[in-house]
């Protein structure tokens, strides 16, 4: 079975650009959740969605926002981009919500943002 | 708070048991889990427990759950150079809703 799929593996955008993140979870799973990894923050929650909705949310700015197709596959997108956005950003799929099944993650997107 | 913390840095040799802990916050978590990140990786779940156990054997990873004290640590026997990684445990918080509360993260180097 393929693991959790995300592309591009890495990114460079300048300060102002937006950005779309993509990821595809293992088939079956309908959960969906993203991570920020950044070296000051740690791994920080940012959403889940769940059949093509979003269940949950963390404390990001409007300018971070995503969306899940009917396939499951999900995209996150960040506009306005700020330096302070460089970071790995992961996604995590599981069977059916996150936190009840266990999640498994895909390998990230390396975000620089110049 | 959210505040998952773990010790920064574990340096042992190869062969010996290296032991990782964790302090969490919410009592209620039903769920706590490991998970390792090597270099350039995303997150691999290595094992999780539930929080209605003491401990959990498998193979050469022991985690022990102490929920009076909110502690929660990670044995892995005989490590070998290959476990060297960052090691995160990671919480259920229900504040609104759920989500996974990762710790600061553990490197751990295993020297030859």
């Known amino acids: 079975k393929a693991g959790v799929t995300q592309t591009p593996r890495y990114l460079i955008k300048t300060r102002g650009q937006q950005v779309t993140l993509s990821c595809s979870p293992i088939s079956g799973h309908r959960s969906v959740s993203w991570y920020q990894q950044t070296p000051g923050q740690g791994l920080q929650f940012l959403f889940e969605y769940f059949s093509e909705t979003q269940r949950n949310k963390g404390n990001f700015p409007g300018r971070f926002s995503g969306r899940q197709f009917s396939n499951s596959r999900s995209e996150m997108n960040v506009s306005t981009l700020e330096l302070g956005d460089s970071a790995l950003y992961l996604c995590?799929?599981?069977?059916?919500?996150?936190?009840?099944?266990?999640?498994?993650f895909g390998p990230g997107t390396r975000l620089t943002v110049l | 708070g959210e505040d998952v913390e773990q010790s920064l840095f574990l340096s042992v040799r190869e062969g010996d048991s290296s032991v990782i802990n964790c302090t969490y916050t919410d009592s209620s978590s039903t769920y706590l889990y490991w998970y390792k990140q090597e270099p350039g990786a995303g997150l691999q779940l290595l094992t999780y427990i539930f929080s209605n156990m003491d401990m959990k054997q498998d193979q050469r990873l022991t985690v022990l759950l102490n929920k009076k004290d909110k502690h929660l640590s990670l044995r892995i026997a005989d490590t070998q150079t290959g476990d060297s990684a960052i090691y995160f445990c990671?919480?259920?918080?229900?504040?609104?809703?759920?989500?996974?509360?990762f710790g600061t993260g553990t490197r751990l180097l295993v020297s030859p």
């Open positions: 990671a919480e259920i918080t229900y504040t609104g809703f759920q989500k996974l509360v």
């Open positions: 995590a799929s599981s069977l059916v919500t996150s936190g009840d099944n266990e999640q498994f």
